[in-house]
T-cell receptor
Framework: AQSVTQLGSHVSVSEGALVLLRCNYS??????LFWYVQYPNQGLQLLLK??????LVKGINGFEAEFKKSETSFHLTKPSAHMSDAAEYFCAVTTTDSWGKLQFGAGTQVVVTP | KAGVTQTPRYLIKTRGQQVTLSCSPISGHRSVSWYQQTPGQGLQFLFEYFSETQRNKGNFPGRFSGRQFSNSRSEMNVSTLELGDSALYLCASSAATGATNIQYFGAGTRLSVL
């Protein structure tokens, strides 16, 4: 079985500041990791994914994440926050023996202040 | 290419009634997954269908059921509704081939049980 822990249910950042959202996973087999974003009254939009290969993955809207197996982490970063980044962010994990089932973290609400 | 379409977007039901939600996947996608999202429990996996067969199931009571048709469209049914079933129900589709298996989400159906 796999699980995801997101540290911090709420994060407040100033416009132009670094955005750092933390995600740690647990999996007994190689994981596939995802970050999704959810805007109010909408579904989930994929930001980026890690499957195999390069451990630093780049996504949409200037976001990137680094897979660190030794730390079982997949933290999401963006160098400079924009007001439009205000949303809820979810880290998720799946494995090859559970295709179709994403295990999500509890989510992190990001507030961007001017 | 059209995205994942969920209908209806909003539903109001009373306790004891039953409800059916519909999901049309992205053209060519054969896998459809369903999730329940609530403020208290977060995003929880309900079940996944692939080529009309349920392939994975989450930890929900038997009142929650689903099916998939030959055109990959899927329906989810909840019988004997309870107040706690009030939630945003999200459907996701994927091509279910290869290592990426990215799930693309619809906007969801918001169910309110009174």
């Amino acid at each position: 079985a796999q699980s995801v822990t997101q540290l911090g249910s709420h994060v407040s950042v100033s416009e132009g500041a670094l955005v750092l959202l933390r995600c740690n996973y647990s999996s007994s087999v190689p994981p596939y990791l995802f970050w999704y974003v959810q805007y109010p009254n909408q579904g989930l939009q994929l930001l980026l994914k890690y499957t195999t290969g390069a451990t630093l993955v780049k996504g949409i809207n200037g976001f990137e994440a680094e897979f660190k197996k030794s730390e079982t982490s997949f933290h999401l970063t963006k160098p400079s926050a924009h007001m439009s980044d205000a949303a809820e962010y979810f880290c998720a994990v799946t494995t090859t023996d559970s295709w179709g089932k994403l295990q999500f973290g509890a989510g992190t609400q990001v507030v961007v202040t001017p | 290419k059209a995205g994942v379409t969920q209908t209806p977007r909003y539903l109001i039901k009373t306790r004891g009634q039953q409800v059916t939600l519909s999901c049309s996947p992205i053209s060519g996608h054969r896998s459809v997954s369903w999730y329940q999202q609530t403020p208290g429990q977060g995003l929880q996996f309900l079940f996944e269908y692939f080529s009309e067969t349920q392939r994975n199931k989450g930890n929900f009571p038997g009142r929650f059921s689903g099916r998939q048709f030959s055109n990959s469209r899927s329906e989810m049914n909840v019988s004997t509704l309870e107040l706690g079933d009030s939630a945003l129900y999200l459907c996701a589709s994927s091509a279910a081939t290869g290592a990426t298996n990215i799930q693309y989400f619809g906007a969801g159906t918001r169910l309110s049980v009174l």
